[in-house]
């Protein structure tokens, strides 16, 4: 079964996608910007204010899913300049104190909105 996660705490999606699809006890979050979600558009500063805008809006839909950020197994992470990397690293860590989930992370030419980071999240319904 294939169920589609929504929330108005989290921003709307910029294209014809979901915000998180839900299937088997796996929950697929589409990637997240620095969006503000009571604005509807990116909020300003540098690496470490988006990365937290991001995670914030990640733990938005996990919460609206059921799920917090201990259910998250994989993030794939977007950067427009890896020289933002050790930033973002500070901000991202501070989410997974214990037992970090695997992760991947790239540098891009270029991401929505000019947004300087994007994540996506893989997480399960059991701990």
């Known amino acids: 079964m294939r169920k589609s996660i929504k ?3 989290a921003p709307k999606a910029i294209g ?4 998180a699809i839900e299937t088997d006890g796996y929950l697929f979050l589409s990637g997240q910007l620095a969006i503000d979600p009571a604005k509807g558009a990116m909020i300003d500063g540098g690496i470490v204010e988006q990365t937290a805008q ?3 809006n990640i733990g938005s839909i996990l919460k609206e899913a059921g799920l917090d950020y201990g259910n998250i197994v994989k993030t794939t992470i977007f950067l427009s300049d890896m020289g933002n990397f050790q930033k973002m690293n500070e901000v991202y ?5 214990d037992s970090p989930p695997a992760r991947s992370c790239f540098e891009v030419s270029k991401l929505p909105l000019n ?5 996506e999240v893989i997480a399960v319904k059991a701990k």
């Open 115 to 119: 947004a300087l980071i994007e994540i």
């Open 16 to 19: 014809p996608y979901s915000q």
């Open 54 to 56: 991001v995670m914030t």
């Open 93 to 97: 860590g501070r989410y997974f104190p």
């Open 7 to 9: 929330t108005d705490k």
